[in-house]
């Protein structure tokens, strides 16, 4: 049952989303970009999608740049605390036969040129380019197997599970939740649900 509570009291969360398969090539925002942004929300908990193995054991190598080469630096360097809120999730193999690989290709090459092409994080995040993205990583689901499709749901719920049980550990604090794009719609969704916490855009975060 949803809780309602005084939005003074409640924990404030702010999803944003990378498209960081991507960001191995080229883009016309840089790093320093995404790092700009978050240090000047200056969140309480910085949630990432990585395991509370990986963040204890250090194995950073494995990450996407996004993480690995600005988020956890910039935590490192400021009073930042990051909360892993990955979990270890057995995807099932991604089938995608015939015509629906030529479709496939096409539709994540068009997610790379508006990640290439957006001006900042923040436009990625907003307007035309986060739902067009959003739509685009939808289109790719349906493409592939079923059990691939859950894989990706069940994700999403296991996010959102994680950052509920952050929120619940520091009642009060205001949670920034960086992910890839495809799961912001799916993680705010579900976060709406639940009263104790205040889904908020980053700058009133």
Same mark, same amino acid.
């Given at each position: 049952?949803?809780?309602?509570?005084?939005?003074?009291?409640?924990?404030?969360?702010? /999803?944003?989303?990378? /498209?960081? +398969?991507? %960001?191995?090539? &080229?883009?016309?925002?840089?790093?320093?970009?995404?790092? +700009?942004?978050?240090?000047?929300?200056?969140? #309480?908990?910085?949630?990432?999608?990585?395991?509370?193995?990986?963040?204890?054991?250090?194995?950073? #190598?494995?990450?996407?740049?996004?993480?690995?080469?600005?988020?956890?630096?910039?935590?490192?360097? *400021?009073?930042?605390?990051?909360?892993?809120?990955?979990? +270890?999730? #057995?995807?099932?193999?991604? !089938?995608?036969?015939?015509?629906?690989?030529?479709?496939?290709?096409?539709?994540?090459?068009?997610? =790379?040129?508006?990640?290439?092409?957006?001006?900042?994080?923040?436009?990625?995040?907003?307007?035309?380019?986060?739902?067009? $993205?959003?739509?685009?990583?939808?289109? *790719? @689901?349906?493409? *592939?197997? =079923?059990?691939?499709?859950?894989?990706? @749901? &069940? %994700?999403?719920?296991?996010?959102? +599970?994680?950052?509920?049980? /952050?929120?619940?550990?520091?009642?009060?604090?205001?949670?920034?939740?960086?992910?890839? /794009?495809?799961?912001? %719609?799916?993680?705010?969704? @579900?976060?709406?649900? %639940?009263?104790? !916490?205040? $889904?908020?855009?980053?700058?009133?975060?």
């Amino acid at each position: 049952m949803s809780i309602t509570i005084a939005n003074d009291q409640r924990t404030r969360v702010a /999803v944003l989303g990378t /498209v960081a +398969e991507f %960001h191995e090539g &080229a883009i016309s925002f840089d790093m320093s970009n995404l790092l +700009e942004l978050v240090a000047s929300i200056n969140p #309480d908990l910085l949630c990432l999608d990585i395991t509370p193995q990986q963040w204890r054991e250090r194995e950073f #190598d494995v990450l996407p740049p996004d993480y690995r080469d600005a988020l956890l630096p910039l935590a490192r360097q *400021t009073d930042i605390v990051v909360a892993p809120i990955g979990g +270890e999730i #057995d995807w099932p193999a991604e !089938v995608v036969a015939g015509w629906r690989i030529m479709v496939t290709c096409r539709l994540r090459s068009w997610i =790379s040129a508006i990640q290439r092409r957006a001006p900042s994080p923040e436009a990625l995040n907003r307007g035309w380019r986060h739902e067009l $993205v959003n739509t685009l990583y939808y289109a *790719t @689901r349906r493409l *592939t197997n =079923s059990d691939r499709r859950g894989g990706a @749901r &069940a %994700h999403a719920d296991y996010l959102t +599970e994680q950052v509920l049980a /952050v929120s619940q550990r520091d009642p009060g604090a205001r949670l920034l939740v960086v992910v890839n /794009v495809q799961y912001c %719609h799916l993680i705010r969704e @579900r976060l709406r649900k %639940h009263g104790e !916490v205040m $889904v908020t855009g980053l700058s009133e975060l």
